[in-house]
T-cell receptor, first 109, second 112 residues
Framework: LAKTTQPISMDSYEGQEVNITCSHN???????ITWYQQFPSQGPRFIIQ???TKVTNEVASLFIPADRKSSTLSLPRVSLSDTAVYYC??????????FGAGTRLTVKP | NAGVTQTPKFQVLKTGQSMTLQCAQD?????MSWYRQDPGMGLRLIHY???????DQGEVPNGYNVSRSTTEDFPLRLLSAAPSQTSVYFC???????????FGQGTRLTVV
């Protein structure tokens, strides 16, 4: 499994765009990049998944450069309810998604 | 659509007691797994299953047993609870290992 590195914490204000970058230098050819969101006392929730270039859905965008050694989760116009921990996962082996410590995002009013 | 349902939500056990954490999904997913999450940390895989009758160990399997007699259910058994097993336990299911995983709400277990 590729090792991932992401910031421990980030602060933002309501209405701003938030970009969380994840480094994964040893990503394998077949690995997908997946982001999950976790609120306190809840299970993680899938946000977005991509393989290369850009993926967009109704809640986020995922930017992946050509070398795929990093990825950036972009949350447009965050609100207080986006305060959560965000996990970057790269590759899955034997159903092991290997969550790291994640990035704790705090959105302030 | 219930998704992944875990019971109980909270449990306190005494050291040495045994218990079963229940997990059920109604999405007909083949892949199911159990994770534990300790304070301030990410999730660690305990056991997983790729279909009925098939289970395997994850990163931290010691002290836990699983079985998968049906597609829907994947119970986790604590054989003899220890304080080190105090944690929040999450069950997850997915169509396959590379697709979106759906998690339950978790079981908060305290072993005293």
């Amino acid at each position: 499994l590729a090792k991932t590195t992401q910031p421990i914490s980030m602060d933002s204000y309501e209405g701003q765009e938030v970009n969380i970058t994840c480094s994964h230098n040893n990503i394998a050819t077949n690995d997908y990049i997946t982001w999950y969101q976790q609120f306190p006392s809840q299970g993680p929730r899938f946000i977005i998944q991509g393989y290369k270039t850009k993926v967009t859905n109704e809640v986020a965008s995922l930017f992946i450069p050509a070398d795929r050694k990093s990825s950036t989760l972009s949350l447009p116009r965050v609100s207080l309810s986006d305060t959560a921990v965000y996990y970057c996962l790269v590759g899955v082996v034997n159903n092991d998604m290997r969550f790291g410590a994640g990035t704790r995002l705090t959105v302030k009013p | 659509n219930a998704g992944v349902t875990q019971t109980p939500k909270f449990q306190v056990l005494k050291t040495g007691q045994s218990m079963t954490l229940q997990c059920a999904q109604d999405m007909n997913h083949e892949y199911m797994s159990w994770y534990r999450q300790d304070p301030g940390m990410g999730l660690r895989l305990i056991h997983y299953s790729v279909g009925a009758g098939i289970t395997d160990q994850g990163e931290v399997p010691n002290g836990y047993n699983v079985s998968r007699s049906t597609t829907e259910d994947f119970p986790l058994r604590l054989l003899s609870a220890a304080p080190s097993q105090t944690s929040v336990y999450f069950c997850a299911s997915s169509y396959d290992q590379n697709t979106e995983a759906f998690f339950g709400q978790g079981t908060r277990l305290t072993v005293v």
